[in-house]
């Protein structure tokens, strides 16, 4: 299918005239840009074609006549066969598992193509431009018998070696494909990405992804040395001779340009818009032009290639910009033609129809291993596209350079003096003083806007898709209407497993962003979060490593400290021994209570951290599992954590200097009909408005950044110092009243003890970690909880997907 990039997207817009002036996720009408939910913008050159969820790579067969792509993501795989020369697609062939790997042979009869968690290579037979049957090349038992997952794959041009590399087992294999039979395991150093063979066969080259360095493995001997790189290397590129050898560092925004003679890196080209050191370009893709003069570089999380003049290597300077999709993971070029697979596509959207009932898998009536969550689940909505480019030149690359920096709300200004209001409680740069001392920084579980302030008269809600109103969640429908209401605040990830990440680092590495969807996908693997797993971590690590370095007092209860230990270094002496991690068998009235015992013990001794991280999470519920706590009660017992902790605090001596943000660490549970990222977020403090509606759009970024002005930090990543702080919602004045906590309004001991359908599919829910059950079932049984068991969700009753820049009289 074919995609028109003028107008991307054409929806519908119902506002009523308050909501008029407010600025929503969608096409930009003045600009033709579109805006992400998380402030960034779109402006995709060229043409387009569908690719399927996540593609990941592609590559082009030795004749340029194929171009074969590998769709990785949450909901559907597969392997797409495209002409490149017309920009169609020839054949899908659809799978069960796959991840990144791919290659042709030199005669362009097979593919070979990453199985993943199954740990095997599918060997694809090519014939008359079709994806013909696979033969499987076994590295061991299927996940999580064995824990391999290859990744890169490499084949010589007699199709007698085949040569992959892993990122469960950190390993290289080395494969007869003819037999399909193991030549030899070699360890690595740590997980690997991709591999790449010099011209004369004699050396792979592998990205060890997890480290920062590229492994030269000597294919006749067996012999590896390593030449140090940047954080996070992924693509590897060799130019025509081999003699060069370009190396994407992801973390650090760069590119080493590596002289494989001497195994020195002559150059480290800088990739971002700016000059900084903040994470946040991830530069993961490259390729060069056909005269190997011009060195193109997809910077993912800056939705842009950054394109250079490598034609003297160890001189290689800038020549500017393109913009592209969002969150570009792969480039390549044929002749005069930029193709681009964008993993995210072209643009957000809403999700109003999501969750929607399950069909029947059997006579059972659920699902007991679904492979996919549904169109409109969050994880899967957001397809690829392949972008075509005419190579531009002079004025045209001109014009692309300052779309991609009008698409960027980043830049050096904004990152030391932010957005704001002089005199406001809010710094706007390092070294202003706040009245604001204390930070508690609540961190809540999966809710989007309109599951629970939908009901809100003042706010722009759906009522029909609230399940979780006024009566379930008293107290942060109190919040909202005592304190302030943004009801346009979104979060920057997609699900748990980025977005704890994102909530305590304003970034989730490429490894997050680009290895969740596998085991959420129901296709094997861990939970590799919220410092769990060394590779996760970004650079310059977390919000607590920040306070650490700049002298900053922090304490963290249940977040990033799971089993009552903590995840990462620098919590170790600043956790709550007794505060609990994620586990739904535990209320989070009982988390409330055991902050407020640690948090009296610290006031009596003036010892109260300057930010407290707090974890109150029973708002991700277990579904109707026979005997467990009911959705409502669930989500009404979270709804009373979070107003008895803020009535707790607020008859305490430091009320007056202390401000609580609450937020969702991501949206995934349930449907908005604005845009699938926006969800809930609470204030109160005393220096907190009273009685405001704030329609201006913030994100999970904007909060960090806040937090980070009233601490004196600096930003961690490009998403934070872009973003606008929330200093609309503070006054300069304090108001001392404090909260009184709303008593719940239903049953918090309610369990579920029906027996039907929805109860049945939920005991096969797996509740140890958060998001580890699929949320299209979750989120359908609660939905029949609250609605009744026969209950489908009604159609939106409108939704947004324009942004209206200024009123006009035909616009109504």
Same mark, same amino acid.
């Given at each position: 299918?074919?995609?028109?990039?003028?107008p991307?997207?054409?929806?519908?817009?119902?506002?009523?005239?308050?909501?008029?002036?407010?600025?929503?996720?969608?096409?930009?009408?003045?600009?033709?840009?579109?805006?992400?939910?998380?402030?960034?913008?779109?402006?995709?050159?060229g043409?387009?074609?569908?690719?399927?969820?996540?593609?990941?790579?592609?590559?082009?067969?030795?004749s340029?006549?194929l171009?074969?792509v590998?769709?990785?993501?949450e909901?559907?795989?597969?392997?797409?066969?495209?002409d490149?020369?017309?920009?169609?697609?020839?054949?899908?062939?659809?799978?069960?598992?796959?991840?990144?790997? /791919?290659?042709?042979?030199?005669d362009?009869k097979?593919?070979y193509?990453?199985?993943?968690? =199954?740990n095997?290579?599918?060997?694809?037979?090519?014939?008359?431009n079709?994806?013909?049957k696979?033969d499987?090349?076994?590295?061991?038992?299927?996940?999580?018998d064995?824990?391999?997952?290859?990744? +890169?794959?490499?084949?010589?041009?007699?199709?007698?070696?085949?040569y992959t590399?892993?990122?469960?087992?950190?390993?290289?294999?080395?494969?007869?494909?003819?037999?399909?039979?193991?030549?030899?395991?070699?360890?690595? *150093?740590?997980?690997a990405y991709?591999?790449?063979?010099?011209?004369?066969?004699?050396t792979?080259?592998?990205?060890?992804w997890?480290?920062?360095?590229v492994?030269?493995?000597?294919? #006749?001997?067996g012999?590896?040395?390593?030449?140090a790189?940047?954080?996070?290397p992924?693509?590897?590129?060799? %130019?025509?001779?081999?003699?060069?050898?370009?190396? *994407?560092?992801?973390?650090?925004?760069?590119v080493?340009?590596?002289?494989?003679?001497t195994?020195?890196?002559?150059?480290?080209i800088?990739?971002?818009?700016?000059?900084?050191?903040?994470?946040?370009?991830t530069?993961?893709g490259?390729?060069?032009s *056909?005269?190997?003069k011009t060195?193109?570089?997809?910077?993912? =999380? %800056?939705?842009?290639?950054?394109?250079? =003049?490598?034609?003297q290597?160890g001189?290689?300077?800038?020549?500017?910009?393109i913009?592209?999709?969002?969150?570009?993971?792969?480039?390549?070029?044929l002749?005069?033609?930029?193709?681009?697979?964008?993993?995210?596509?072209?643009?957000?959207?809403?999700?109003?129809?999501g969750?929607?009932?399950?069909?029947k898998?059997?006579?059972?009536?659920?699902?007991?291993a679904?492979?996919?969550r549904?169109?409109?689940?969050?994880?899967?909505?957001?397809?690829?596209?392949?972008?075509?480019?005419? *190579?531009?030149?002079?004025?045209?690359?001109?014009?692309?350079?300052?779309?991609?920096?009008?698409?960027?709300?980043?830049?050096?200004?904004?990152?030391?003096?932010?957005?704001?209001?002089?005199?406001?409680p809010?710094?706007?740069?390092? +070294?202003? !003083?706040?009245?604001i001392? #204390?930070?508690f920084?609540?961190?809540?579980?999966?809710?989007?806007?309109?599951?629970?302030?939908?009901?809100?008269?003042?706010?722009?809600g759906?009522?029909?898709?609230c399940?979780?109103?006024?009566?379930?969640?008293?107290?942060?429908?109190?919040?909202?209407?005592?304190?302030v209401l943004?009801?346009?605040?979104?979060?920057?990830?997609?699900?748990?497993?980025?977005?704890?990440?994102?909530?305590?680092? !304003?970034?989730?590495?490429?490894?997050?962003?680009?290895?969740?969807?596998?085991?959420?996908?129901?296709?094997?693997?861990?939970?590799?979060?919220?410092?769990?797993?060394?590779?996760?971590?970004?650079?310059d690590?977390?919000?607590w490593?920040?306070?650490?370095?700049?002298?900053?007092?922090?304490?963290?209860?249940?977040?990033?400290? &799971?089993?009552?230990?903590p995840?990462?270094?620098? /919590?170790?002496?600043?956790?709550?021994?007794?505060a609990?991690?994620?586990?739904?068998?535990?209320?989070?009235?009982?988390?409330?209570?055991?902050?407020?015992?640690?948090?009296?013990?610290?006031?009596?001794?003036?010892?109260v951290?300057?930010?407290?991280?707090?974890?109150?999470?029973?708002?991700?519920?277990?579904g109707?599992?026979?005997?467990a706590?009911?959705?409502?009660?669930?989500?009404?017992d979270?709804?009373?954590?979070?107003g008895l902790?803020?009535?707790?605090?607020?008859?305490?001596?430091?009320?007056k200097?202390?401000?609580?943000?609450?937020?969702?660490?991501?949206?995934?549970n349930g449907?908005? #009909?604005?845009d699938? #990222?926006?969800?809930?977020?609470?204030?109160?403090?005393?220096?907190v408005?009273?009685?405001a509606?704030?329609?201006?759009?913030?994100?999970?970024?904007?909060?960090?950044?806040?937090?980070?002005?009233?601490?004196?930090l600096?930003?961690?990543?490009?998403?934070?110092?872009a973003?606008?702080?929330?200093?609309e919602?503070?006054? &300069?004045?304090?108001?001392?009243s404090?909260?009184?906590?709303?008593?719940?309004q239903?049953?918090?001991?309610?369990?579920?003890?029906? &027996?039907?359908?929805?109860?049945?599919?939920?005991?096969?829910?797996?509740? !140890?970690?958060? =998001?580890?059950?699929?949320?299209?079932?979750l989120?359908d049984?609660?939905?029949?909880?609250?609605?009744?068991?026969?209950?489908?969700?009604?159609a939106?009753?409108r939704?947004?997907?324009?942004?209206?820049?200024?009123?006009?009289k &035909?616009?109504?």
């Amino acid at each position: 299918m074919r995609l028109k990039l003028q107008p991307l997207l054409v929806a519908a817009i119902c506002l009523t005239a308050s909501f008029a002036y407010a600025q929503l996720p969608g096409k930009i009408r003045k600009t033709g840009q579109v805006l992400l939910p998380n402030g960034w913008k779109l402006s995709p050159a060229g043409r387009a074609l569908q690719l399927g969820d996540l593609p990941l790579n592609m590559q082009l067969s030795p004749s340029g006549k194929l171009l074969a792509v590998t769709n990785n993501g949450e909901s559907t795989q597969s392997i797409q066969l495209i002409d490149p020369k017309t920009e169609k697609q020839l054949d899908e062939r659809i799978v069960g598992k796959a991840w990144y790997g /791919l290659a042709f042979s030199n005669d362009e009869k097979m593919l070979y193509a990453g199985g993943g968690n =199954d740990n095997w290579i599918m060997a694809f037979h090519i014939q008359n431009n079709k994806i013909g049957k696979a033969d499987t090349i076994k590295l061991g038992k299927p996940w999580p018998d064995n824990k391999i997952c290859t990744t +890169g794959i490499a084949v010589n041009k007699a199709n007698t070696r085949l040569y992959t590399v892993t990122k469960e087992d950190s390993a290289l294999y080395v494969i007869d494909p003819a037999s399909r039979k193991i030549v030899k395991r070699v360890k690595l *150093a740590a997980e690997a990405y991709s591999c790449i063979l010099s011209p004369d066969e004699a050396t792979l080259y592998i990205s060890i992804w997890g480290g920062s360095e590229v492994t030269c493995y000597n294919t #006749h001997t067996g012999s590896m040395t390593g030449i140090a790189a940047g954080s996070h290397p992924n693509e590897l590129l060799l %130019n025509k001779t081999g003699k060069i050898l370009f190396v *994407a560092n992801a973390n650090d925004n760069s590119v080493s340009v590596i002289n494989t003679l001497t195994k020195k890196t002559i150059e480290v080209i800088s990739t971002a818009l700016y000059p900084t050191r903040l994470t946040g370009s991830t530069s993961n893709g490259l390729a060069l032009s *056909a005269d190997q003069k011009t060195l193109y570089i997809a910077n993912a =999380d %800056n939705n842009c290639l950054a394109v250079f =003049d490598v034609s003297q290597p160890g001189s290689s300077h800038s020549l500017g910009f393109i913009p592209v999709g969002w969150y570009p993971t792969y480039v390549r070029t044929l002749g005069n033609k930029i193709l681009v697979a964008n993993g995210k596509g072209f643009t957000s959207m809403a999700n109003p129809e999501g969750p929607q009932p399950v069909k029947k898998a059997d006579n059972s009536g659920y699902k007991k291993a679904p492979t996919s969550r549904g169109e409109q689940y969050i994880g899967g909505l957001f397809k690829g596209t392949l972008s075509f480019i005419d *190579a531009p030149k002079g004025d045209q690359l001109k014009k692309y350079t300052r779309e991609v920096y009008a698409n960027t709300p980043f830049n050096n200004k904004v990152s030391a003096f932010a957005a704001g209001i002089e005199g406001n409680p809010i710094p706007r740069k390092s +070294g202003q !003083a706040s009245p604001i001392k #204390h930070v508690f920084y609540i961190i809540k579980e999966n809710r989007t806007y309109d599951q629970v302030l939908g009901d809100v008269p003042q706010g722009n809600g759906d009522t029909s898709l609230c399940i979780f109103g006024e009566k379930v969640t008293p107290n942060e429908h109190a919040l909202v209407n005592n304190f302030v209401l943004l009801d346009n605040f979104y979060v920057d990830a997609e699900v748990s497993a980025d977005g704890h990440n994102w909530s305590t680092a !304003a970034y989730a590495t490429d490894f997050i962003e680009k290895t969740w969807p596998t085991s959420y996908g129901g296709r094997g693997g861990n939970y590799d979060s919220e410092g769990t797993r060394k590779i996760g971590d970004p650079r310059d690590g977390y919000i607590w490593d920040y306070c650490k370095r700049a002298g900053v007092s922090y304490r963290t209860y249940g977040e990033f400290a &799971d089993d009552y230990k903590p995840n990462i270094k620098s /919590l170790i002496g600043h956790y709550c021994v007794k505060a609990p991690s994620f586990d739904l068998d535990i209320t989070d009235r009982y988390r409330e209570q055991v902050w407020a015992h640690d948090f009296d013990s610290l006031v009596k001794i003036n010892k109260v951290p300057q930010l407290s991280t707090i974890r109150i999470s029973n708002d991700h519920t277990s579904g109707q599992q026979k005997g467990a706590i009911s959705p409502i009660a669930a989500v009404a017992d979270n709804d009373q954590g979070v107003g008895l902790l803020i009535e707790h605090l607020s008859q305490s001596p430091i009320w007056k200097e202390s401000v609580v943000f609450v937020l969702e660490d991501d949206a995934q549970n349930g449907p908005d #009909h604005i845009d699938a #990222h926006r969800s809930p977020v609470y204030l109160a403090g005393a220096y907190v408005k009273r009685n405001a509606v704030i329609h201006n759009m913030y994100s999970t970024s904007g909060v960090l950044r806040t937090i980070e002005l009233i601490l004196n930090l600096p930003p961690m990543s490009q998403y934070d110092a872009a973003a606008v702080p929330l200093f609309e919602c503070f006054n &300069d004045q304090p108001d001392l009243s404090p909260y009184k906590a709303i008593p719940a309004q239903v049953n918090l001991e309610q369990r579920n003890v029906a &027996d039907n359908q929805s109860s049945k599919r939920s005991q096969f829910f797996n509740l !140890a970690k958060e =998001d580890a059950v699929p949320d299209l079932d979750l989120n359908d049984v609660i939905w029949k909880y609250v609605k009744g068991e026969s209950a489908v969700l009604p159609a939106p009753k409108r939704s947004a997907f324009v942004i209206l820049e200024k009123k006009k009289k &035909d616009d109504d």
